[in-house]
């Protein structure tokens, strides 16, 4: 059973999000997880759930802060995703991981720290779509998924994997408030 942790954008655009997938049949992501943007990949976050505290506390100490999605780029052929702008996803991810402390191995096969970047994952080849349909959702999200959101980060969510590659949402976590 596996972890991960992320921000998930407002319900209106999570669900134009879920149809915009749902578009192409061979799209397996929903299935898999809802929409969300990972700040914290599965290394380091085993069953045991002793990192879950240490989550917390990270997590009282960051303020609330805004994010924006922004348009459609890919990783390769492989993987189209929205943008993300904004550092303070950045500084969350680095704080979350160096709370955690996970293995070098886990670092590097999770893309984390220096290689961390940020997005909303839209479609990807290893859940049903070709690299055609991946260039194809690309160039319809730019229009079909604008306007992007900007909204508030007020809480992260982890998500618990309850059979292989399905996630469901497992506890919410709160960011810090302004005193």
Same mark, same amino acid.
Not at 40 to 64: M, N, P, Y
Not at 107 to 122: A, I, S
């Given at each position: 059973?596996?972890?991960?942790?992320?921000?998930?954008?407002?319900?209106?655009?999570?669900?134009?999000?879920?149809?915009?997938?749902?578009?192409?049949?061979?799209?397996?992501?929903?299935?898999?997880?809802?929409?969300?943007?990972?700040?914290?990949?599965?290394?380091?976050?085993?069953?045991?759930?002793?990192?879950?505290?240490?989550?917390?506390?990270?997590?009282?100490?960051?303020?609330?802060?805004?994010?924006?999605?922004?348009?459609?780029?890919?990783?390769?052929?492989?993987?189209?995703?929205?943008?993300?702008?904004?550092?303070?996803?950045?500084?969350? /991810?680095?704080?979350?991981?160096?709370?955690?402390?996970?293995?070098?191995? /886990?670092?590097?096969?999770?893309f984390e720290m220096d290689k961390y970047h940020p997005h909303?994952?839209?479609?990807?080849?290893?859940?049903?779509?070709?690299?055609?349909?991946?260039?194809?959702?690309?160039?319809?999200?730019?229009?079909?998924?604008?306007?992007?959101?900007?909204?508030?980060? /007020?809480?992260?969510?982890?998500y618990k994997e309850v059979v292989p590659d399905k996630y469901v949402?497992?506890?919410?976590?709160?960011?810090?408030?302004?005193?």
């Amino acid at each position: 059973m596996q972890y991960f942790i992320g921000i998930i954008p407002p319900d209106g655009y999570q669900k134009k999000i879920v149809a915009f997938r749902d578009r192409w049949s061979s799209n397996c992501l929903n299935d898999v997880v809802e929409p969300h943007i990972t700040v914290k990949a599965q290394g380091g976050l085993t069953e045991d759930l002793h990192w879950l505290e240490s989550v917390r506390q990270t997590c009282s100490k960051i303020q609330s802060f805004p994010l924006s999605l922004s348009e459609p780029e890919s990783f390769g052929s492989a993987i189209t995703f929205l943008s993300v702008e904004t550092r303070n996803v950045i500084d969350l /991810h680095r704080r979350l991981v160096n709370a955690i402390s996970p293995s070098q191995e /886990h670092l590097d096969q999770y893309f984390e720290m220096d290689k961390y970047h940020p997005h909303l994952t839209l479609g990807q080849t290893c859940w049903g779509l070709n690299e055609t349909e991946i260039d194809e959702m690309r160039v319809l999200a730019l229009n079909e998924l604008c306007p992007y959101p900007s909204f508030n980060v /007020h809480f992260v969510r982890v998500y618990k994997e309850v059979v292989p590659d399905k996630y469901v949402p497992f506890v919410d976590i709160q960011l810090g408030t302004k005193n």
